[in-house]
């Protein structure tokens, strides 16, 4: 977070009204609020571990937009370049990336965040159910949430990702080469990722039914346990 923090300040868009006061302060709520859900991403996965045996999310990243980004990205939406403009209509500027084992494991963690009610989902994207037309899977969550200052509140706008490991190896190769200016066989290569896509989606799916088979076969009881049950079953007997 103090790296965020460090970044943060320097890494806003140039031009902007704004005193450095104002900058220091929307790097300090974005990191509140990327710190909060990041907590409550953790303290899920510590709840699922602890009823399931098996951690469900492999690991958290997170970012604070860079300057370059923002910028662009106003430009796009034709946003008048003004820092209130900025905080209400950018918001990705708190990025957090969940990757998960299993795709059930992220539709489970949706569910459970949709259930906190100090998070207000403002906007859902479900690319696993309906992937982008290159291939593109993940599920995109907009969730704000409010951070408690010492004479306000403010409700903090935080994008998250949720994606397994197979979609996060697709979608960092995917990002590379769309920034790569001069690609021999360019088609080839998106062709060839998209198919790359639909097998990583069959893998996906694949792994988890042998995943559930393994849980299925743990869910029965050993010989031992079998008769450790009878021997109980026996003691409260001869008790009344
Ligand atoms: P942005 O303006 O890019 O934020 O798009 P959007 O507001 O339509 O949101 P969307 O949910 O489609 O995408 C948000 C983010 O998801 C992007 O900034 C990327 O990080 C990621 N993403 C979306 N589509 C792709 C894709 O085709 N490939 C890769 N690698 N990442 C993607
Ligand atoms: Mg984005």
Not at 99 to 124: A, F, G, P, T, W
Not at 192 to 200: D, P, R, S, V
Request: aromatic residues 6%.
């Amino acid at each position: 977070m103090e790296e965020i923090e460090k970044n943060g300040v320097n890494d806003l868009p140039e031009g902007f009204p704004k005193s450095l006061g104002q900058i220091k302060e929307m790097t300090m709520l974005y990191s509140c609020a990327m710190r909060e859900i990041c907590t409550k991403l953790e303290n899920l996965s510590q709840e699922f571990e602890l009823n399931k045996s098996r951690n469900p999310i492999q690991h958290i990243t997170h970012r604070l937009k860079k300057r370059d980004s923002i910028r662009n990205k106003m430009i796009q939406k034709k946003l008048p370049m003004e820092y209130e403009a900025m905080r209400d209509e950018i918001t990705d500027i708190g990025g957090i990336r969940v990757i998960c084992s299993y795709i059930n494991d992220i539709y489970d963690i949706v569910n459970m965040l949709k259930k906190q009610d100090d998070l207000l989902i403002v906007r859902e994207k479900d690319y696993i159910a309906n992937p982008k037309p290159n291939g593109y899977r993940s599920y995109h969550l907009i969730v704000a949430i409010p951070i408690f200052l010492s004479s306000e509140k403010q409700i903090i706008p935080v994008e998250i990702q949720m994606r397994t490991i197979a979609m996060d190896f697709w979608a960092s190769l995917e990002h590379q080469l769309k920034y790569k200016q001069e690609v021999p066989n360019q088609r080839e290569i998106v062709e060839k990722l998209t198919e790359c896509a639909h097998q990583i989606a069959d893998i996906d799916q694949q792994m988890w039914q042998v995943r559930r088979q393994i849980e299925l076969s743990e869910d029965i009881p050993t010989e031992e346990e079998i008769l450790m049950e009878k021997l109980s079953r026996i003691d409260i007997a001869i008790s009344e």
